[in-house]
Every structure is written in structure tokens, then in C-alpha cells.
């Protein structure tokens, strides 16, 4: 069990200390959030009554899709020089490897969400009156889902020529139950309502992180295999 803590926690440094050199992921994420932010902010005037309805929904949709550009370069590195080959022949669980990419990329989307969100509130002059714990509940919950379907789906990508093409395809309709439970959970949280109905898309975001990260475990594998 030590053996394996120490392994992921080698394959998790391998892909922070590569972006932290590069920067190509984390630059690409955070110039397209910050683009869908002043797009939506130009477009919908802050002072709108439409703003307070429309506002989780445009959250999300920034952050999925400045995810998806993570996602198209979670695999970049292995692929190139056959670096992936080398992790195979390493003694290593090949559930790790994925294990350490939903943990960075992860991390990477959640960096992003941290620097995104408070522009958010400033650009469309958002009164805050919500609950804190709650909306952070729902960003940690829905980030997570997103990671664990992105990077197995990312992978199940990376094996094609048309990768960058196919992904957000078979992405996007997996994510259904999570971007809904995630913009109606943080319209709630962001409203102050933290009753029942909160709690129903926090435990639909819960159940829906443990089946998906123990099915992408399990299947993961089998995507490896030449």
C-alpha cells in the first residue's frame, strides 16, 4: 500500500512539475475562461434581471469548456515519444496512472474555477448572499465528475487520429446528470437555499463521482492495452 501511495504520488508530480514548465495547459485554460467571461459580461448587461437566472449556467459552461481544452492535453505528454509504453513497462497498477491524471487534472480545473469565480462575480456585478460551503461543496463534487468521465473518455480519445474532434462527442452527453445537478445545485447555493433540494443534487453529484470513478477504474486498463 506504501508502494502504491508513493507511485501515485510520482505520476501526480510528473504532470504537475511538466505543466509548471510548460504552462501550455494551464495558459489555454485561463485565457478561455477569461474570454467566455467578457463575451457573456459584454453581452448581458450586469445591471439585467436575466443575469441572476443565466448566471450559474454560464459558470458551468466556462468551466466545462475550459476543461475540455485540459482534457485535449491531459495525454499530450505520453503520447509523445512513446512515453506512454514506458509507464506500461514500469511496475507500476495501471489504475494509478489514472488515478494520478483525474487527481491533476482536477487540481488544473480547480485552479482555474479559484481564479475564474471571484472575476465572475466582479464582471457581472453579482451580489454574493449565498452559502459558501455549499457552492464550494458543488464546485468540488461536479470538478471531480468531470475529471474522472474527462480523463477516461480523454484517453479512450487519445487512441484516435480525430482525438480533439471526438471528445467533447462522447463527453458531453456522459456529463448530462453533472453540469444539470451542478448549475441547479450552485443556483441554489448561490440563492441561499440550503434545504432538501440542495441536498438532492449533492447526493446526485456523489453518487454519480463514486459510479463513474469506479467504472473508469475498472475499464481504464483495457484502454492501455496495445
Known sequence: MRQAWEQLRALIW???ALELRTKDMLSAMLIFSFLVMVVFAFALRPEAATTRAVFPGILWVDFSFAGLLGLNRAFAHERANDCLTGLLLAPLDPVLIYAAKVISNFLFLALVEAISLPLFFAFFNYPWSGAAAALLAILFLGTLGFAAVGTFLAALAANTRTGEVLLPLILFPVLVPVLLAAVQGTAL????????ALA?????LAVY???????AALLFPYLLEP
Open 189 to 196: 447555493a448561490l440563492a441561499g437555499q440550503t434545504g432538501p
Open 14 to 16: 510528473k504532470d504537475l
Open 200 to 204: 438532492a443534487w449533492l447526493r446526485l
Open 209 to 215: 463521482d463514486i459510479i463513474f470513478c469506479v467504472l
